[in-house]
């Protein structure tokens, strides 16, 4: 049984586009370039035949894939979401002691996460170390760079 993951509204719409992207026109290129390589003969001995037949197979696995996560997508409504303790949805304001700086963190499902837009994942080293905890707690996280000291300035949605 494939496991729930939880979206917001975009993230949802954003994997539903995609796999109408990979359905419609992708499938449609891959039978254009099997069809092509066909027309060049013996097929025994046609790379182009067999790497468009890998490239069907890769794209019907990811397609496959695809629509199992979105049958066990949940989408999250933001306005219920409550903001005493941090949950996925949440906008945390953080102050990380080791370089007394601070920085503001969306907690969103992995496939959502871009640190660039300042979303991570839940279940990333910090994601994990901020579910449920309140405003001034303090949380010690291990990353790959060693241990981080964060203190919970503000949540919100």
């Known amino acids: 049984m494939s496991e729930i ?13 995609e ?23 013996d097929l025994s001995e046609n790379a182009e035949y067999d790497a468009a037949k890998d490239a069907q197979g890769m794209l019907e696995l990811k397609i496959s894939r695809l ?3 979105l049958a066990n997508a949940r989408i999250l409504d933001e306005s219920q979401m409550d903001t005493s303790r941090v949950y996925i949805l949440c906008n945390v304001r953080l102050k990380n002691h080791n370089v007394k700086k601070e ?18 994942s839940v279940d990333s080293p910090i994601g994990k170390g901020l579910l449920g905890k309140e405003v001034g707690d303090i949380v010690e996280v291990e ?8 203190e919970v300035l503000e949540i919100t949605r």
């Open 19 to 41: 796999l109408h992207r990979m359905k419609t026109v992708d499938r449609h290129e891959i039978s254009q370039q099997i069809a092509e390589a066909r027309e060049k003969g």
């Open 143 to 150: 990353v790959p760079a060693g241990k981080l000291k964060l």
């Open 67 to 69: 629509e199992g996560q």
């Open 5 to 17: 993951t939880y979206y917001t509204k975009e993230g949802y719409e954003a994997l539903r586009e």
């Open 103 to 120: 920085m503001t963190y969306r907690l969103v499902a992995a496939s959502e996460a871009n640190l660039k837009e300042g979303k991570i």
